[in-house]
T-cell receptor, first 113, second 111 residues
């Protein structure tokens, strides 16, 4: 079945550092890919998305490229800020999965001032 | 603006009680979902519904049931609460190839 793997449970950059949060996926179909962000006390919310191969999702200085050849959708930012601290979930959905979205385990980003 | 509302932010119940968690969405979405969120395990799908009175089991349906009598409302029922059901419960609507919209969650403690 479909799966999403986020290799880091937590990342601890300092403010101004660059960031890469890894996401790899497995599916036999042609998924849509998403990053969700969850701030303390809130539910997850859509952060960015890419609907097909070679699309790039962008939001608030974050980017993620839909790479079909490596089945990856890594989240990147050139310079993180303390306000970026949150939990980030990578996710996919596809036609074979019907109405479901498959989420990764999440990566907690804590940006040190 | 899009809104998914969960009836309680915090709830404390006793083992063996029947517990109802309510969720309402105002986006006219056909699909609605219930997840539980536990540290290190991400979001795990309990049940989902793609139409009124229709439901499908997710990955961890044991000990839970759901009800969808109206399009905007999706209820999660813990038939006989147990301590291992202490968790954060999240309701969502939307999905398919489009994003899901989440409520702010209900933190449920079973004593």
């Amino acid at each position: 079945g479909d799966s999403v793997v986020q290799t880091e449970g937590q990342v601890l950059p300092s403010e101004g550092d660059s960031l890469i949060v890894n996401c790899s996926y497995e599916t036999t179909q042609y998924p849509s890919l998403f990053w969700y962000v969850q701030y303390p006390g809130e539910g997850p919310q859509l952060h960015l998305k890419a609907m097909k191969a070679n699309d790039k999702g962008r939001n608030k200085g974050f980017e993620a490229m839909y790479r079909k050849e490596t089945t990856s959708f890594h989240l990147e930012k050139d310079s993180v800020q303390e306000s970026d601290s949150a939990v980030y979930f990578c996710a996919l959905s596809d036609q074979d999965g019907g109405f479901k979205t498959i989420f990764g385990a999440g990566t907690r980003l804590f940006v040190k001032a | 603006d899009v809104k998914v509302t969960q009836s309680s932010r915090y709830l404390v119940k006793r083992t063996g009680e029947k517990v109802f968690l309510e969720c309402v969405q105002d986006m006219d979405h056909e699909n609605m979902f219930w997840y539980r969120q536990d540290p290190g395990l991400g979001l795990r799908l309990i049940y989902f519904s793609y139409d009124v009175k229709m439901k499908e089991k997710g990955d961890i349906p044991e000990g839970y049931s759901v009800s969808r009598e109206k399009k905007e409302r999706f209820s999660l029922i813990l038939e006989s609460a147990s301590t291992n059901q202490t968790s954060m419960y999240l309701c969502a609507s939307g999905g398919g190839n489009q994003p899901q919209h989440f409520g702010d969650g209900t933190r449920l403690s079973i004593l």
